[in-house]
């Protein structure tokens, strides 16, 4: 893992939300006609700050970054001069302060939806829905599932992507009910098989559609070397462009595919490799890299297949839909991604789904350095993602979030009057105790993930 990469692409991403969704709060109050008083990207002592704009806001980057806030001009917090009350915040209507509060986490939300209307537009090139042989015991063994079928459809509803399959997978899964997917062989017959995942656990984690199998088709290719990464394994060794790889360890192969599954376990030891070069035998040795994802370490020797390009456009396609199209699926994407986040959410307090789901700051790191390393299109997509989840989470009607907030002025606006001071300040006990166990949880998660 390249600690440094893995840090900064966290870094920006969260920078990017977290001013996103105070520019949501800062903009609508001032439209509001509030005053604004600082806009902190951070918490605690300032590392930066200058005043500028009408009101002579201050704009600061604090020392503890996990967070931000909008201060505004509030008779709570402070004397307010006379010719200032009416852009007190506590003195605007309860409609004003509802959308000053809710303009946060709303301006998360509308940020994935101009992402993913972008990327749509744009296209993007995704691994098709083709299935391989699933493992007996599996649900989809039992549907009847073959190597090599392509999901058209699940639920009636047409299916272009593996992405797309996995999402509609974790969605039943963590409902705990049936899919009923349409598949198409290579002798173009099109068989409906039903998928019962109500046995396969509410956890969404990477080995979910293992669980399912329903895992990816890996098509047989030789062993012949296409690519020697620099400063690889394989280039130490003495590996080159064209070589076929007979064995490894001691272990006859003559698919890739079994290669690297062999290669993954032999992280960090110094093996024999055996290649054919030019009609001869040659046995060199290699001194397999460690490589570390997800909290897990695997072996790599640097190499790639020599590519197929009749191979690709049977594993990949490219989705792409015209402006209008886009906008649609972004919203309805975002949208599910959302409900989605708080039907998990609600099945966690209630026990049905494990508290094994919530991920903390390390995980989400940990994704944001893999997506940024897989390329712009992932890394933007991991953006817009934990953007909805900013969003959901904010909206959550726990005091101290937004959420909070927008509960007490709802029961303002049913009881005629403000919530009492009283109230508020054990509600901010309450609230301040739930957030720190969702962090226990979520740090507790972290660790077992890095190290279990």
């Known amino acids: 893992m390249n600690l440094p990469f893995y840090i900064g692409a966290f870094a920006l991403a969260l920078g990017i939300l977290i001013t996103v969704h105070e520019l949501g709060h800062y903009s609508v109050a001032r439209l509001c006609g509030v005053k604004v008083l600082r806009f902190s990207i951070g918490f605690g002592r300032a590392l930066w700050s200058r005043r500028a704009g009408p009101d002579q806001t201050e704009w600061a980057l604090a020392v503890f970054p996990l967070g931000g806030y909008v201060k505004m001009l509030d008779e709570r917090e402070g004397e307010v001069a006379a010719h200032e009350l009416h852009r007190a915040f506590n003195r605007q209507s309860i409609g004003r302060r509802f959308a000053i509060v809710a303009a946060g986490p709303i301006a998360n939300f509308l940020l994935a939806i101009v992402v993913y209307w972008g990327l749509f537009m744009h296209g993007m090139e995704e691994p098709r829905p083709l299935l391989a042989a699933p493992a007996a015991g599996t649900p989809a063994a039992f549907a009847g599932v073959a190597d090599g079928d392509l999901v058209r459809k699940v639920d009636g509803e047409d299916i272009l992507s593996s992405q797309e399959l996995r999402w509609r997978v974790a969605q039943a899964a963590v409902e705990g009910r049936a899919i009923q997917i349409e598949t198409i062989n290579d002798a173009h017959e099109i068989s409906v098989r039903r998928i019962d995942l109500s046995a396969v656990g509410s956890d969404v984690d990477a080995t979910l559609m293992e669980r399912a199998g329903l895992l990816p088709y890996r098509p047989r290719m030789p062993t012949v070397v296409g690519t020697v990464s620099e400063g690889s394994a394989a280039e130490k060794a003495g590996m080159r462009i064209g070589d076929r790889v007979l064995a490894v360890s001691g272990q006859s192969l003559d698919d890739w595919g079994d290669m690297v599954k062999v290669v993954r376990e032999l992280a960090g030891r110094t093996v024999p490799v055996r290649v054919l070069r030019d009609g001869r035998e040659l046995e060199l040795q290699a001194e397999v890299a460690t490589v570390e994802e997800g909290g897990q370490r695997f072996g790599r020797l640097g190499i790639g297949p020599t590519p197929d390009p009749t191979l690709r456009d049977r594993l990949f396609v490219e989705v792409r839909h015209d402006v209008f199209d886009a906008l649609g699926l972004a ?65 959550l009607p726990i005091p101290l979030l937004d959420g909070g907030h927008l509960m007490y002025y709802t029961i303002e606006f049913l009881k005629g009057g403000p919530v009492s001071e009283r ?30």
């Open 331 to 395: 919203i309805s994407q975002t949208w599910d991604t959302a409900t989605f986040s708080l039907k998990a959410f609600g099945r966690m307090l209630t026990g049905e789904l494990s508290w094994r789901n919530l991920s903390g700051p390390v995980t989400i790191a940990d994704y944001a350095g893999q997506s940024a390393a897989m390329g712009a299109t992932h890394y933007i997509k991991f953006i817009a993602l934990i953007s909805i989840s900013l969003g959901v989470l904010n909206l």
């Open 423 to 452: 109230v508020m300040e054990i509600g901010q006990q309450v609230g301040l105790a739930i957030l720190l166990m969702l962090m226990a949880f979520a740090f507790y998660n972290d660790i077992n993930r890095l190290f279990g």
